[in-house]
């Protein structure tokens, strides 16, 4: 008879015949004939049995009839050896086959038995048992469930547990929850990603809100609702300035932070003010809206809607409406009939506003031309021309010697009933100067000012090309000033109303809120960039999924587009940029055809295939313009 070992190796029983017996080893023959090297230690005992090849199945055979549970019963609390387990289950020496079994079934039950050293176990304890098995039959039935899952899905069937956690699944899913593995397990069979297949079980009715909860659910997830606070005061002891104010601004502008008069001096001089709402003297830092204001630090924008920083009574009380007194952190201009600036005044008033004009309408009487033929008919024609000299004569000297650049043209969104309209505004108009100019000598001056006084302030800094929010006044080469404080736009921007706080305090002759270092300046100026970054994201997505909507809603097969470098383009007539693959190699800025076709509204993506080129002032067949 040929002698055999029963040994364990990397966790699995074996047999095999016995070729040689080197005391710590042996080399041993499998029933398929493979020869290896065992130690002496891994063997649990040597038999005598002819038949090799079937005995591991029989053992196992005689394994699976075994009572576990009557094992584990058997065994007591104590550690034991299988032997002696084997000789008290089958009431006599067991036969080696029959150990083998006991082995096997010790060894695979690891939620009964726990392995203490070679053949030697202890039984779990009662407890430990019990919370095992449990979790076992709760993983099958959540293979079960999944299993059911799965097969809904991947019939376009959304399953009713999975309502509630929508917004989870398709947003910030839990990776370890059945639905999210379900989904995923159905997504990957189907070849679709999540979106896409709970769109098609019906479960994602607008692409609209798809794109817009996404954000709302990580910037905004108590919703975009205001707590209810008590409105802020309004000062009734601010000094009246004598001017007849008037904005200007977007018809669909609500939150109007700025506005301007110009009033003629004895002198032959003029008085421009720019007046810039304060809700810096009715909001007090860790006040409960100041705490609303810094949670959300900014107004967020996007075509059809926004989310105000302020709750609307709030903005009602300090917004530069017209026929009323509004307070407002003023900024007086003296300038001589070319343009020239004599002095500055920084001033705490009520500002009498008398009318909110509107692009659209102002844009029809100040223009180039009219300009050019001293016909500017407007009511306030006259002070509108001096504001044009006034913006034109500080362009030239913030710009000094550099030529200036065409800038690139931008576009209003207007949705209305679930239809987009896409207009383009110029930048660089008359009515665009005045505001933009006016806005950066009115931010750049106070950035003096406070960098002046030494008063804690957060700037808006470029250097190298790169943008950055900073506490320490720099220069900003793009708008070609030395300092640059956020400070015009108190009603939308959180780190305007901090710095309209500073600005007030010193013309009052107080001492400013912030001091040097302070952490709470700090830390909203960190958080402020990163809502700033995040809510500019978003916009740009929007706007870009409305560009993909009016391309659908108008039926657009073919629009024309300038090459902006190897396989980009430019729409011509609307803020999109495409990636064409079969673009040839055209120089930047080279106008071509490209057909336009599989759009997607829920990735934002669309296919464009390059047609033929285009000359300078060619439109496209059925295209955009």
Known sequence: MTRNVFYEEEGDFKVGAILADNETSLQVEAPHGKRSKVKAGNVLFRFEDARLAEFMAGAQKLADGLDVDFLWQCCGETEFSYGTLAQEYFGRAPEPVESAALLLKLHGAPMYFYKKGRGRYKAAPP???????????RKRREAEQKAQYVAQLAQHKLPAEFAPRLAGLLYRPEKASIEWKALEEACTTLKLTPARLIERCGALPSTHD?????????????????????????????????????????????????????????????????????????????????????????????????????????????????????????LYLEITPDCTIVSTATR??????????????????????????????????????????????????????????????EYSFYVENDRVRIVRRRR????????????????????????????????????????????????????????????????RRYVDLVNQRQLIALARGEAPPYRANDETLLAAMRDFEAAH??????????????????????????????????????????????????????DPGTRVELGVSGIDLLDLTLRCEYRRQLGPDAVAAGGAG
């Open 127 to 137: 407890d430990a048992l019990k919370a095992a098995l449990a979790s076992v039959e």
């Open 428 to 491: 660089g108009t008359p009515v665009d100067r005045i505001v933009s100019e006016l806005m950066v000598h009115v931010n750049r001056t106070w950035g003096a000012q406070l960098a002046q006084h030494a008063a804690a302030a957060i700037y808006r800094v470029q250097d190298g090309g790169k943008v950055r929010m900073s506490t320490v006044p720099a220069v900003h080469e793009g708008l070609g000033v030395e300092s640059y404080a956020w400070a015009s736009s108190p009603l």
């Open 348 to 409: 705490v008033e009520a500002v009498p506003v008398a009318a909110n004009l509107r692009h659209y309408e102002l844009e029809e009487v100040l223009n180039e031309q009219t300009l050019a033929a001293a016909r500017v008919e407007h009511r306030y024609g006259g002070r509108l021309t001096a504001l044009w000299r006034l913006a034109t004569a500080l362009e030239a000297a913030r710009r000094k010697d550099e030529a200036l650049i065409e800038p690139r043209p």
């Open 210 to 330: 798809y794109q817009l909860n996404r954000f709302l659910f990580e910037h905004f997830p108590r919703g975009t609702g205001f707590p209810a606070v008590e409105p802020p005061a309004v000062p009734a002891d601010l000094p009246r300035a004598e001017v007849e104010a008037f904005s200007i601004d977007d018809v669909t502008t609500t939150e109007i932070d700025d506005a301007f008069s110009v009033t003629n001096l004895p002198d032959g001089n003029l008085s421009i003010g720019i007046h810039i709402a304060a809700p810096a003297l009715g909001i007090a830092p860790r006040s409960p809206i100041d705490a609303i204001a810094r949670e959300r630090l900014s107004t967020v924008y996007f075509p059809g809607s926004k989310i105000t920083m302020l709750p609307e009574a709030a903005i009602e009380r300090f917004t530069l409406a017209q026929d009323g007194s509004r307070p407002a952190l003023s």
């Open 533 to 586: 970054e995040a809510y500019g994201e978003f916009q740009r997505g929007m706007e870009r999924y409305w560009c993909l909507r009016w391309l659908v809603q108008e039926n657009v097969g073919t629009v024309a587009a300038i090459v902006i470098r190897e396989s980009l383009a430019r729409f011509d007539e609307l803020p999109l940029v495409a990636r064409v693959p079969s673009l040839p190699a055209l």
